[in-house]
């Protein structure tokens, strides 16, 4: 790894420039995510990522994951129920369900599936489009 020397002028205008360049590259890179983002949301799919639990990839889009819908249905009953992530995540684990990674369920992933299969609610409902 380079040293600078703080108290070479040269060393600290090289330096700052290297952190410009790296910080315009930051931002290009950036830009031309948040491009590709909004020209899949104009042609009507979702964003890109990992696909919400309940649904696998599958070449033309997303299909439902027949085992993982019956977990976040489980999910969203308890929730509607009134339990929180963690008491959901428990009664999983208890019933010896994992995620897709073979882990046991926490407070944090209940929530984010939670968000996923929302989104991806909206999404069959049109809501990509224009939002």
């Known amino acids: 790894m380079p040293t600078h020397n703080s108290r070479d002028r040269k060393d600290v205008l090289i330096r700052q420039i290297r952190e410009a360049i790296a910080e315009e590259n930051r931002k290009d890179i950036i830009e031309r995510l948040w491009k590709g983002q909004q ?4 042609r009507g799919l979702p964003p890109g990522g990992t ?28 929730a509607d129920r009134g339990c929180g992530g963690s ?18 369920w ?23 489009r224009g939002a």
């Open 39 to 42: 020209e899949r949301v104009r």
């Open 106 to 128: 926490t407070q944090r992933q209940v929530a984010a599936a939670l968000k996923l299969a929302r989104r991806r609610a909206r999404s069959d409902a049109g809501c990509w």
């Open 51 to 78: 696909a919400p639990y309940g649904y696998r990839h599958d070449g033309r889009g997303l299909a439902i994951d027949q085992a993982e819908a019956r977990m976040i249905r489980m999910v969203f009953e308890l």
């Open 87 to 104: 008491a959901i995540a428990r009664a999983l684990n208890e019933k010896g369900l994992v995620r897709r990674n073979g882990k046991a």
